[in-house]
């Protein structure tokens, strides 16, 4: 089945590890065979990865664009992985990372990326919190702010 994008006017996207531009106006694509694709509203530089589910996103990101480095960012994502798990609770949370885990395994990675962006507002609402400074010292988002800051 062939993937259709509907691209804006110089939207930028990666095909297989290569920047993309569209031209002047909008335009459509047909993808006819399996290849690794992001819009660039979807892709996230290392520089942005500043916190434990976007260090996961990122290393998800980089084996789905970078085949020929996959075992060094497989291990990368398996590390932020377990450092996250490590600093939470939430099942909902953990039931998404293991979904993830599976996905990344079974090298589904635009999924998993998927799921990984679905925890980022759970993320972000547990670091709020610690940054309000209404927690107890050792409560779970505490926990979670060691994590981002030990990386």
Do not use: W
Not at 40 to 60: C, H, L, N
Not at 73 to 90: M, N, P, S, T, V
């Amino acid at each position: 089945m062939a993937l259709k994008l509907t691209l804006k006017p110089r939207e930028r996207f990666v095909i297989n590890g290569a920047v993309v531009v569209n031209g002047e106006r909008r335009s459509h694509l047909l993808i006819q065979n399996n290849v690794s694709i992001l819009r660039e509203k979807d892709v996230m530089q290392e520089g942005d990865a500043s916190t434990p589910v976007r260090r996961i996103y990122f290393a998800i990101q980089m084996l789905y664009l970078d085949d020929t480095n996959s075992a060094a960012y497989f291990q990368l994502f398996e590390r932020r992985l377990d450092e996250f798990l490590g600093a939470i609770k939430d099942r909902e949370a953990r039931a998404q990372c293991a979904n993830i885990l599976s996905d990344v395994q079974s090298r589904k990675y635009y999924r998993a990326l998927s799921t990984c962006k679905k925890l980022f507002p759970f993320e972000e609402a547990r670091l709020n919190y610690v940054s309000s400074g209404e927690h107890d010292r050792e409560s779970e988002p505490r926990a979670l702010q060691r994590t981002a800051l030990a990386s």
